[in-house]
């Protein structure tokens, strides 16, 4: 089972990319095989709705063949201003339906602030429904993220940790419960 996780984030030192590491290695262990698209070191131009996609440059078209082959999803991004960032909506804004489309997605956000990051992920949620996608209903946030993690990239609060090591472990497990179900109707 292949995941694609994308965290929305181009700062170097990256919660949302720490966070995003803790769910991918779940699912890993738990038996998917998960690939994170970096936007940091695959970037996009801003979406401009082209007539000709084939004009895009090749980070797009790897992007979007990634989504394809996904089987399953972790989209995670730090809460900006009340939402998900713009580097994340702008991918997304890349894809339709036709990438995500009866595929699940685990979401995450991370916060400076110590409500967490419930408008982003309430935001992501409505992103993926759109595009026909089945969000998790778990959405775990980790809140005052710029003080959260130990150097060594684990979460300070055991509790959340284990949240988070959920998120990837319940993605997988339903994915294959998914699979196993279409497979009997066949």
């Known amino acids: ?27 890993r ?13 695959y ?15 090749e980070n797009v078209h790897r992007f979007k063949q990634k989504m394809l082959e996904a089987e399953g999803y972790i989209l995670a991004s730090p809460e900006y201003h009340g939402s998900v960032s713009g580097v994340l909506k702008n991918a997304l804004d890349f894809i339709g339906a036709r990438e995500l489309e009866g595929k699940f997605v685990a979401l995450l956000g991370t916060s400076g602030g110590a409500l967490g990051a419930t408008n982003t992920l309430n935001t992501l949620n409505i992103i993926c429904r759109t595009l026909h996608a089945w969000p998790l209903p778990s959405m775990p946030s980790v ?13 300070k609060d055991e509790k959340l940790e ?10 997988v497990k339903t994915i294959e419960r998914h699979c196993a179900g279409t497979n009997k109707d066949r």
């Open 1 to 27: 089972m292949k995941i694609l996780a994308v965290p929305g984030s181009l700062t170097e030192d990256s919660t949302t990319h720490k966070a995003v590491a803790i769910v991918a290695e779940a699912a």
């Open 29 to 41: 262990q738990t038996g998917a095989e998960v690939e994170i698209f970096d936007l940091r070191k």
């Open 43 to 57: 970037p996009l131009p801003i979406y401009d709705a082209r007539s000709d996609e084939s004009t895009y440059p």
């Open 143 to 155: 809140p005052q993220a710029y003080q959260a993690f130990h150097p060594d990239g684990s979460l």
């Open 162 to 171: 284990s949240r988070l090591k959920r998120l990837g472990v319940d993605l």
